[in-house]
């Protein structure tokens, strides 16, 4: 593969946020390359060498790289942690600029693979405690535009706010099935479940041209709860129980 020119944004996007893990080398011109991450949520060890060999096969020097956008989450706690570490590293040793993507909006792309396209959306992800983390979209000008903000409710409220008729896709679904088969939707494929790089590059993009970045220093995961582990430890000893002063 012949060495790409400098000019324009050598771009390194990263979809860690679920158990299956995505990322791509992209310019201006489109995805230069994307790959899979073989595990499932092992990506602390599969983000780094993947994004390595990827840029030695593209000839691009680490230090070439221009932006970084990333799922933001929510997500898994520890793939939304190692994205926003990578991020900030890259951000403080070379000068990357950061575009951070909601999660909710890189899902609502999957959409566009469907034939025909849906004209409404539903992405739903699992909040636990019989709750979702959920955005709506609908079909304008060949782009889905959000038209419900993604916020935490329980599935059936939820969806009895959706314009229809509606399709829904995410995570969230096998935990939250009983409810969406009584809400009247439809349930597109499972391959369409998964968030993918490709779609963050493109809200990224769009971020970019706004202006939309985040500084380093400043970039943190949007999670919907706190860790699992620290919930419990609250309930058995209380707020700041445990803790020294």
């Not at 950061?98 to 959409?111: E, F, K």
């Not at 979209?137 to 314009?163: N, T, W």
């Not at 969230?172 to 099935?177: A, E, K, L, V």
């Amino acid at each position: 593969m012949v060495a790409m020119s400098l000019q324009g944004p050598r771009i390194l996007v990263i979809e860690t946020s679920s158990r299956v893990g995505s990322v791509a080398l992209a310019t201006e011109g489109g995805v230069v390359s994307a790959e899979r991450l073989p595990g499932r949520m092992r990506h602390a060890g599969e983000l780094m060498p993947a994004v390595d060999s990827m840029l030695r096969q593209a000839r691009w020097p680490a230090n070439t790289l221009t932006d970084i956008y990333l799922s933001i989450g929510p997500g898994s706690f520890t793939g939304l942690r190692i994205a926003v570490t990578v991020a900030r590293t890259l951000a403080w040793s070379i000068g990357t600029r950061i575009v951070a993507v909601p999660t909710v909006d890189g899902l609502s792309r999957n959409a566009l693979s469907a034939t025909p396209r849906p004209e409404h959306v539903a992405v739903l992800l699992d909040a636990k405690q019989a709750q979702v983390f959920a955005a709506a979209f609908s079909l304008r000008d060949g782009a889905y535009e959000k038209v419900i903000e993604a916020h935490m409710a329980p599935p059936a409220e939820f969806l009895a706010r959706c314009p229809r008729p509606l399709s829904v896709l995410g995570e969230g679904i096998p935990y939250h099935r009983q409810a969406i088969d009584a809400g009247g939707v439809t349930v597109m494929p499972e391959e369409l479940w998964w968030p993918r790089a490709e779609h963050v590059l493109a809200v990224g993009r769009a971020r970019a041209m706004e202006g939309r970045f985040t500084p380093g220093g400043e970039l943190l995961p949007l999670y919907i709860r706190r860790p699992e582990a620290e919930e419990k430890w609250e309930r058995l000893h209380g707020p700041g129980g445990g803790r020294s002063q």
